[in-house]
């Protein structure tokens, strides 16, 4: 089995730099398992790696899709399955860091996706509700699946209900998935109080609004009409937030407010899911010796060649 890293946890907690810090001390290259970062032109909002961060460490999935192409969890499974295989037959220790559950786990796992069909009269039909009565609809027909989809994703809930709809139930389809890790994975975590991660979550949107946010993503909207902001990747936290500031709705300060807040959600989000879905052995960054117990772990996961 080839050998993977992955570096996981919520939001604002620090993976990027111990990702990069990883890679030199254990000679390795990092793949971004972040839904976010592969838009070019979306860097602040996102936290992108600057160059100078990198330090020459390599990082794939970053800035390699227009914000206006499709990237789901298939597109990334298989590109970067493509990565470590490279990176194994180069010799380099692969490093996935991300807090897209789900592309973390579609990868360390057999998970196999089909092309799903799709009833367009019951497409049509779902898009004349409001977010309320499609997830009440959910909760009906399969209530298991609205454990891991948030009642605002519209996009899941409606694709949950197709699957309902079409006889097969996501939580179904899920449980059919054999979950046999394909890879020799370490899943690390890095954790720390929640005051704290709260803290450091609200600095990272306070330096996003200083290093032109805003500006990010008028050059984004700009050419564009209001339909923009349909766009899969403008419903990240940090872009979708800024709708109603660019029509008039509402300040700068109260869209910070608002991001900081849906980032603090989705932290708490974050952690549940990795506590449920995958086996992480969490490292509190508040302890003080968090680094060196972490890197000895994957010392001795490299020395295990088993």
Same mark, same amino acid.
């Given at each position: 089995?080839?050998?993977?890293?992955?570096?996981?946890?919520p939001?604002?907690?620090g993976?990027?730099?111990?990702?990069?810090?990883?890679?030199k001390?254990?000679?390795?290259?990092?793949?971004?398992?972040?839904?976010m970062?592969?838009?070019?032109?979306?860097?602040i909002?996102?936290?992108?790696?600057?160059?100078?961060e990198?330090?020459?460490?390599?990082h794939?999935l970053?800035?390699?899709?227009?914000?206006?192409?499709?990237y789901?969890?298939?597109?990334?499974?298989?590109?970067?399955?493509?990565a470590?295989?490279?990176?194994t037959q180069?010799?380099?220790?692969?490093?996935?860091?991300?807090?897209?559950g789900?592309?973390?786990?579609?990868?360390?796992?057999?998970?196999?996706?089909?092309?799903e069909?799709?009833?367009?009269?019951?497409?049509?039909?779902l898009?004349?509700?409001?977010?309320d009565?499609?997830?009440?609809?959910?909760l009906?027909v399969?209530?298991?699946?609205?454990d891991?989809?948030?009642?605002?994703?519209?996009?899941?809930?409606?694709?949950a209900?197709?699957?309902?709809?079409?006889?097969?139930?996501?939580?179904?389809?899920?449980?059919?998935q054999?979950?046999?890790?394909?890879?020799?994975?370490?899943?690390?975590?890095?954790?720390?109080?929640?005051?704290e991660?709260?803290?450091?979550?609200?600095?990272?949107?306070?330096k996003?609004?200083?290093d032109?946010?805003?500006?990010?993503?008028?050059k984004?909207? /700009?050419?564009?009409?209001?339909?923009?902001? @349909?766009?899969?990747?403008m419903?990240?936290i940090?872009? *979708? $937030? !800024?709708?109603?500031?660019f029509?008039?709705?509402q300040?700068?300060?109260?869209?910070?407010?608002?991001?900081?807040?849906?980032?603090?959600?989705?932290a708490?989000?974050?952690?549940?899911?990795?506590?449920?879905?995958?086996?992480? /052995?969490?490292?509190d960054?508040?302890?003080? @010796?968090?680094h060196?117990?972490?890197?000895?772990?994957? *010392? $001795? !996961?490299?020395?295990?060649?088993?």
């Amino acid at each position: 089995m080839e050998k993977i890293l992955i570096l996981a946890g919520p939001t604002g907690v620090g993976k990027t730099k111990c990702s990069i810090e990883l890679a030199k001390h254990f000679d390795g290259e990092i793949i971004s398992g972040d839904s976010m970062q592969v838009y070019r032109g979306m860097s602040i909002g996102t936290a992108k790696v600057s160059e100078e961060e990198a330090d020459g460490i390599v990082h794939e999935l970053v800035d390699c899709y227009d914000f206006d192409e499709e990237y789901n969890v298939m597109i990334f499974q298989s590109e970067a399955r493509k990565a470590i295989h490279s990176m194994t037959q180069r010799s380099k220790l692969p490093i996935i860091v991300g807090g897209t559950g789900l592309y973390l786990k579609s990868l360390y796992y057999d998970y196999e996706f089909h092309e799903e069909e799709i009833d367009e009269e019951f497409s049509a039909f779902l898009k004349e509700r409001s977010n309320d009565e499609v997830y009440h609809m959910l909760l009906i027909v399969d209530p298991k699946a609205c454990d891991t989809i948030h009642k605002n994703n519209r996009k899941r809930v409606e694709r949950a209900l197709m699957r309902a709809h079409l006889g097969q139930r996501k939580s179904d389809a899920e449980q059919q998935q054999q979950h046999k890790p394909i890879y020799d994975a370490l899943v690390l975590g890095l954790t720390c109080d929640r005051d704290e991660l709260y803290r450091r979550i609200n600095l990272r949107v306070d330096k996003m609004i200083a290093d032109g946010l805003e500006e990010e993503i008028r050059k984004l909207i /700009e050419p564009r009409d209001e339909s923009v902001w @349909d766009l899969q990747s403008m419903q990240g936290i940090g872009y *979708k $937030e !800024w709708k109603q500031y660019f029509l008039g709705n509402q300040t700068v300060e109260e869209t910070a407010e608002l991001i900081k807040k849906n980032s603090r959600q989705f932290a708490k989000r974050q952690y549940t899911w990795f506590n449920n879905q995958m086996h992480v /052995e969490w490292f509190d960054i508040g302890d003080e @010796d968090w680094h060196e117990k972490l890197f000895a772990r994957v *010392k $001795e !996961w490299l020395a295990n060649k088993g």
